[in-house]
């Protein structure tokens, strides 16, 4: 016998174990010994044991439950024989039941435990040829099998029987389930409709396959299902379902057509108005009252200013998503550009008697950026804090600069936001809407640009503010 072969035997009674243990012994075996249940599964989860002699009725612990622990956790690599007294045909079926290979009956003699172990050990080697063999045809598979699990689609494969044989990785990120023995279709595809479309792929009479488009884990997840037939030698043996993550597709053509929907309804307001204000001017009703006329024609002026600006947006918006703004990035001192916007919108905030002012320790806050993006960005925060503040207030912007980047807040003494309605604030064409904001234009486009703007350089923008008091817009940016 194999001298690296090594044996556990188990038995709460000292004569018999040290009586095993000395005749496996002289045949070359390694021997540990465990005088009861307890110790015998400590023994177990510091070694790995060849063959296993187990007492059955042992107190506390008995030779079943150490079975079952052996055929759980540690499997064939361990060959399980139960010593016991009870020599009954019951007693042999419920061993075997157990995972047992054999059974060995007290008393006995030291041959007939040598028979037992011979058999037992044969059943070990033939285990390890197996295991042997496994691993050369896996060796084999091995190249298939990692290009499979390198694939960025997720490939299940189903038996004839639908039972899931092969996932890999990627199938188990996108599904959120582990691939396991007792997997069955319905723990992969609760939805019917994958089920429906496998069943009739697996009942047709010609190799074909079929697609479908459908959630998988979350409203945020979209995966293309295809189906394809699996056959070997002209015989169906299941089928293959590639998955394929369109979600970032799925939600670009969500947001062009949220997007169309929303510049449609944003660009009829100012057009209806507009045209709304021609017709009654052309029905001559006024024509006594030029007044009311210039009115009307200054109203249509705002509205087509207001439109404008909306599609100067949307050019800026479209150009910037299709790659077809022009940058030149350069070191550029922020403190310079906020100088700048500030003295541009002097005039406007003089008007209503807002303080303008700069705060910064430094003369310069360089970062690397394109000087049209810088401008756009604070372009709209000075805007928007001149437009939404009070007559006779004022508006702070703050330059702080950090190890990794620059601060800065911009403050303003104005109406200022409830929680709720700072939710959306970054969004397309969202404007908060109540009776303060009423009589103030806009596009509703100008901070979801600032946001993608400052995306494209991994820079941030958050914003906090008091109803009445005023708001604040913080942006960090990368130096």
């Excluded at 003089?350 to 360089?366: F, M, N, V």
């Amino acid at each position: 016998m194999d001298e690296k072969l090594k044996v556990l035997v188990v038995d709460d009674e000292e004569g018999m174990r040290e009586g095993i243990r000395r005749v496996l012994k002289k045949s070359g075996l390694q021997v540990d010994t465990a005088e009861n249940g307890e110790e015998a599964l400590d023994s177990l989860k510091k070694e790995i044991y060849d063959l296993a002699l187990i007492d059955l009725q042992m107190p506390g612990i008995n030779g079943f439950e150490v079975t079952e622990y052996i055929n759980r956790e540690i499997g064939s690599r361990t060959v399980v024989v139960i010593v016991s007294a009870l020599a009954t045909v019951e007693a042999a079926v419920e061993v075997t039941r157990h995972g047992a290979f054999d059974f060995l009956v007290k008393p006995f003699t030291p041959k007939d435990l040598l028979e037992v172990t011979g058999r037992a050990l044969k059943q070990h080697e033939l285990i390890r040829e197996r295991e042997k063999y496994l691993y050369e045809l896996n060796s084999e598979r091995n190249l298939s099998r990692q290009l499979i699990n390198a694939m960025q689609e997720g490939v299940i494969v189903l038996n004839i029987k639908k039972k899931p044989v092969l996932m890999n990785p990627k199938a188990e990120f996108f599904l959120k389930k582990r691939y396991t023995e007792n997997l069955e279709i319905s723990d992969l595809f609760p939805d019917d409709t994958v089920k429906s479309a496998i069943d009739e792929v697996i009942s047709s009479d010609e190799s074909e396959s079929k697609s479908r488009v459908m959630h998988a884990g979350s409203d945020e997840m979209m995966i293309l299902f295809r189906i394809d037939l699996l056959l070997q030698d002209g015989e169906k043996k299941g089928v293959i379902v590639i998955l394929t993550d369109v979600t970032d597709e799925w939600k670009a053509e969500k947001d062009k057509n949220r997007f169309v929907s929303m510049v449609a309804h944003e660009l009829k307001s100012p057009l209806a108005a507009i045209i709304n204000y021609i017709n009654v001017i052309q029905t001559g009703m006024l024509d006594e009252k030029p007044e009311k006329i210039h009115e009307m024609l200054d109203r249509c002026k705002t509205r087509g200013d207001a439109l404008l600006e909306l599609i100067r947006d949307l050019l800026y918006i479209n150009k910037r998503e299709a790659g077809k703004v022009e940058k030149s990035i350069e070191k550029i001192n922020l403190k310079e550009v906020i100088e700048s916007q500030l003295d541009f919108f002097k005039v406007q905030a003089e008007k209503r008697g807002i303080l303008l002012t700069l705060s910064a320790e430094h003369d310069e806050y360089i970062v690397n950026a394109d000087r049209g993006d810088l401008d756009r960005i604070f372009m709209n925060l000075i805007s928007n804090g001149i437009k939404y503040n009070r007559d006779n207030g004022s508006l702070t912007v703050k330059l702080n600069r950090e190890k990794s980047f620059i601060e800065i807040n911009v403050s303003d003494t104005g109406i200022g936001m409830k929680q709720e309605e700072m939710q959306n604030l970054f969004k397309e064409f969202y404007r908060v809407k109540n009776e303060k904001t009423s009589g103030i234009s806009g596009t509703g486009l100008g901070l979801a640009t600032v946001k993608r703007v400052l995306s494209s350089y991994n820079g941030h923008i958050s914003v906090e503010s008091v109803p009445d008091k005023g708001t604040t817009f913080t942006v960090q940016f990368p130096v």
